[in-house]
């Protein structure tokens, strides 16, 4: 196991030396998944241990994001679909996803990085007190602008861009404007000051654990121009390396942004 070790440690050694001459994303997004999946083939109680589970893979991500200086981090903790499924496993993913925000906006090095964490998402459909909660821990953390963390939660693509354009609709109402007149002014900027993430750049890299490979809905708008990385790891398995490796992915495409 110490030879294995080893072998592991120069290997990302290796890795790190070949990302220190390219530039690193400033924004990735992760879907998180795969826990399910992690807690079932280990044999483990319910569903529940394996979201712990990757509930504290969340703070060592944070460390390598901060600790490699990238400065902006979205992580997909629940979907609006599982939010609609009223059952235990969902009531006990959102006590994890509370406990855990919860506990970041507390740590000590969340103030010595200035680490903000936002909550975003259809946050009307999550029970008053996780709402409560999550705005609260969003709260003690607002006046930082070093690092930067938001948290999905009750989030689908589809929902942001419907609330976005409701959203808009009802401003422009509100001033007075005509539908036709709305109609023929509408522009993808317009669009995108009205989402759910309103403030933070578009995601350059787009990671997904557990070897799935598809978005789900993930930041459709704002991943127009995003690379994509897809790694087979559940969450709470991924390592690292497994990061490194996604980031010299990054490095080795052309980025072209529609052009």
């Known amino acids: 196991m110490a030879a294995v070790d080893l072998v592991y440690r120069l290997y990302e050694r290796r ?3 070949e990302l220190a001459d390219q530039p690193l994303p400033r924004h990735v997004g992760v879907i998180l998944d795969g826990n399910r999946r992690y807690a079932r083939e280990r044999g ?7 979201h712990r589970a990757g509930a504290e893979r969340i703070p060592v991500f944070l460390d390598w994001c901060w600790q490699l200086g990238i400065p902006y981090v979205t992580l997909w903790l629940l979907s ?6 009223d059952d235990e496993e969902v009531s006990g993913l959102l006590d994890i996803i509370v406990d855990t925000v919860e506990k970041i906006a507390e740590h000590p090095t969340t103030v010595q990085r200035q680490l903000r ?4 998402g259809a946050l009307d459909l999550l029970p008053e007190p996780v709402r409560h909660q999550l705005k609260q821990a969003c709260e003690a953390t607002a006046t930082h ?3 930067h963390l938001q948290v999905a939660v009750g989030y689908g693509g589809r ?3 419907t609330d976005a354009l409701r959203s808009l609709l009802l401003e422009k109402a509100d001033e007075g404007w005509e539908l036709a007149d709305v109609a023929a002014s509408l522009d993808p900027e317009e ?9 933070f750049p578009d995601p350059d890299l787009i990671i997904r654990t557990s070897g799935e490979v598809r978005l789900s809905g993930f930041l459709l708008w704002q991943s127009a121009h995003s690379e ?20 010299r992915d990054y490095q080795r495409r052309v980025r072209r942004f529609g052009r």
Do not use: C, K, M, S
């Not at 483990?44 to 394996?50: E, V």
């Not at 669009?191 to 403030?199: R, S």
């Open 228 to 247: 994509f990385h897809f790694a087979d790891p559940y969450w709470p398995e991924f390592r690292r390396i497994d990061f490194l490796r996604a980031l």
């Open 117 to 120: 964490v936002t909550a975003v």
């Open 80 to 85: 609006t679909e599982n939010l609609a499924r």
């Open 145 to 147: 602008t070093g690092f």
């Open 159 to 161: 929902q942001e861009i």
């Open 44 to 50: 483990l109680p319910d569903a529940t241990h394996g």
């Open 15 to 17: 890795l790190e030396r």
């Open 191 to 199: 669009i995108g000051d009205h989402l759910y993430t309103t403030g």
